[in-house]
């Protein structure tokens, strides 16, 4: 590189990146911090972390979060590559805009209307014909997978159709039957593109609040609503150090998505 | 390597591939893609299907690999209706214009395939992979993906691949044009070598006259869905069906005119367009009046400067512009009535017979270089 930055150029990207993470990394650093004044700074400490540990609401909150990110990312999965096959697979079907259009929508859609509008429909449901009984894990999944599986759709298609078709039909002369087609050649080739999506998926269920305060009931809590309701009562510095582990599992998370689909972009499939 | 018992090897009465009236219209298309084509291939026939882009040739392969329906007609292969038989039960492999290679398997992988899908057992699959990478002289790279080799090493394995369960047909979609262009002169001779040490029938496409007529025993020419014409390669090239054939199989001149006079087997043509008379041999008579076209062969014709004494044609020109190709030199001539025609001059004296732009200079014909074109 021969030309260099201009200094209103490096200002600004200085001020820039400050302003994107500055907040996260005082959230970091004071989760070290051995004072319980958030402000303060005494000195270097994990003890917040080993409090954290033992704190019985936390890891039940932990647990709960994991689970419905594991059950919803599984679904969002399942539904979001049949959705995507059929998007890229069949391009023309009475209703297909609209069906992609309807797949795609919770991207865009504002969460609050995303969590109210199913919060009336599970009500609705629970006198209409008796289910769900109380809202809970299942329900906060059910309603991640509907956001979920909008982002591991979109990612299915675009793969899908990027996808050289003559592949499976070479597969096809050469004596594999339609499924077997299927297992040994599709699958393997869009594999990353699914990896990518559950994980993508995952991390939305994971942080998502907005939908879970909507559609719980008093028996789950998630993580992100414990350091919601915590932090309304004053910041404790065990929640920092929560933050910060929740950012880490994150950010691995979105790495290993893109690298994942990095690397399918590159490889000479297309 | 497949030995040629495991074939049936008796020619027998039925033909081996017999095409008849095959048509394809696809969904919102003006006009069909393969619009009833008929034809029949012998067994161990290097066949070439040349027609110029958008003319129906991949799809006819893809009707015979399966991947296509026809609206009508039908496809038997030794006497087998292949209508209700699905692409993985048929007995023809195809090698694709893009090779399709797996890329998440290795080279080994890829040829083995098809012996996979068959349920071979693992010896036989290993020793048929390595005699058919011996065979298309890969074996060093039985172990690469397919994105580490270079497009001729592609080309190779997937050729390897389509042959290794011994189809009874061959289909290769322009096997050649993501070659450059010395290895793709090497490499006829190499897939021609290849076909006569397996005795497969193959079917190959391409849009390249000079490949399909140096590879193939037997070559039709596709015009818009139909076949204008099929022969060896010599009997198209020099006894053309129609003019699409003629100017498709390489550079040609044709001089509208009317026959004048008819005996058994010479014709002398009229044309009002160079406003000369001109005689040529033709196995039919034609009656007078009728409207035909002379076509010439650039190098059926020869230059001198002065009129030869063999020539049964000669018109006067002069030189518009000379191409030097290395071995020979195109030379385009203005007649004097102001067409221009072209001839192809052998590179016999080297340096010392070059011709001058503007030179004035006689083309003349004998009375057999000709062809009459009745449409
Ligand atoms: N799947 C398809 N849907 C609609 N039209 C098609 C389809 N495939 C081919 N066609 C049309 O059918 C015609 C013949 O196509 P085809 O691919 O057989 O041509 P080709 O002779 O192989 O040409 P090229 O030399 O360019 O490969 C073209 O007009 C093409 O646009
Ligand atoms: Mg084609």
């Given at each position: 590189m021969t030309n260099r930055l201009s200094p209103f150029l490096g200002t600004m990207i200085i001020v820039g990146f400050a302003f994107l993470y500055g907040p996260i990394a005082s959230v970091i650093v004071y989760s070290f911090n051995a004072s319980r004044l958030v402000t303060v700074w005494a000195g270097f400490s994990t003890r917040w972390y080993v409090e954290l540990l033992s704190n019985d609401q936390i890891r039940n909150a932990a647990l709960t979060s994991f689970e419905i990110a594991l059950i919803s990312a599984t679904g969002a999965l399942i539904l979001g590559t049949l959705a995507g096959f059929v998007l890229s697979r069949y391009r023309?079907?009475?209703?297909r805009t609209i069906f992609g259009g309807l797949i795609t929508g919770p991207l865009v859609m504002p969460e609050v209307i995303t969590g109210l509008s199913l919060l009336l429909l599970f009500v609705a449901l629970g006198q209409a014909?008796?289910?769900?009984?109380e809202r809970g894990v299942l329900t906060i999944a059910i309603a991640h997978i509907t956001l979920g599986m909008a982002y591991v759709s979109v990612v299915v298609e675009a793969r899908l159709s990027s996808f050289d078709r003559s592949l499976e039909e070479a597969a096809l002369d050469l004596g594999a039957k339609p499924a077997k087609v299927f297992a040994v050649i599709t699958l393997p080739l869009i594999a990353p593109a699914l990896v990518a999506g559950w994980l993508l998926a995952f991390t939305l269920s994971l942080d998502d609040l907005v939908i879970a305060s909507f559609t719980s009931g008093p028996s789950a809590t998630t993580l992100p609503m414990v350091i919601f309701s915590s932090v309304r009562m004053g910041v404790s510095p065990q929640i920092n150090a929560l933050a910060t582990l929740l950012l880490v599992a994150v950010a691995a998370a979105v790495l290993i998505a893109g690298r994942i689909l990095a690397r399918t972009r590159n490889s000479p499939t297309t | 390597m497949p030995g040629p018992g495991s074939r049936p090897a008796s020619e027998g009465p039925i033909p081996h591939l017999v095409l008849a009236n095959v048509a394809k219209r696809f969904p919102?298309?003006?006009?069909?893609?393969?619009?009833?084509v008929s034809l029949e291939l012998a067994r161990g026939e290097f066949f070439a299907l040349l027609g110029p882009s958008g003319c129906g040739k991949t799809t006819l392969l893809r009707m015979l690999a399966g991947f296509e329906m026809p609206d009508a007609g039908s496809i038997r292969i030794d006497g087998q209706d292949m209508g209700a038989v699905p692409p993985y039960a048929r007995p023809v492999n195809m090698m694709f214009q893009s090779y399709a290679l797996f890329p998440h398997m290795s080279v080994a992988d890829n040829v083995g395939f098809g012996l996979r899908q068959a349920k071979r057992p693992k010896d036989e699959i290993a020793a048929r992979v390595a005699a058919m990478l011996d065979l298309v002289k890969l074996g060093a790279l039985a172990r690469r993906k397919p994105g580490q080799l270079s497009g001729g090493e592609k080309q190779r394995v997937a050729l390897a691949r389509a042959l290794i369960n011994e189809p009874k047909l061959l289909l290769l979609d322009e096997p050649l044009t993501a070659l450059d262009r010395k290895l793709r002169e090497e490499t006829r001779f190499e897939l021609v070598r290849i076909q006569r040490r397996v005795g497969i029938t193959f079917l190959m496409v391409t849009h390249d006259q000079e490949e399909a007529m140096s590879m193939a025993s037997r070559i039709a020419v596709m015009e818009k869905g139909r076949i204008a014409q099929i022969g060896a390669p010599a009997e198209v090239y020099e006894r053309p069906a129609n003019r699409f054939v003629a100017g498709f199989l390489g550079a040609i001149n044709l001089f509208e005119a009317r026959v004048v006079a008819a005996t058994n087997d010479l014709l002398t043509l009229d044309s009002v367009e160079i406003g000369a008379r001109l005689t040529v041999t033709h196995d039919r008579v034609l009656p007078l009046g009728t409207e035909v076209a002379l076509a010439l062969r650039p190098e059926k014709l020869s230059l001198a400067r002065m009129p030869d004494s063999r020539w049964n044609n000669s018109l006067a020109g002069t030189v518009r512009g000379v191409a030097y190709r290395g071995e020979a030199s195109d030379v385009e001539i203005e007649l004097t009535c102001g067409k221009i025609v072209r001839a192809t001059m052998a590179n016999i004296g080297g340096a010392r017979d070059t011709l001058d732009i503007g030179q004035p200079i006689f083309a003349g014909w004998s009375g057999e270089a000709g062809v009459v074109l009745e449409q």
């Open positions: 023309r079907f009475a209703g014909i008796g289910w769900p009984k | 919102q298309a003006a006009s069909p893609a393969v619009d009833g």
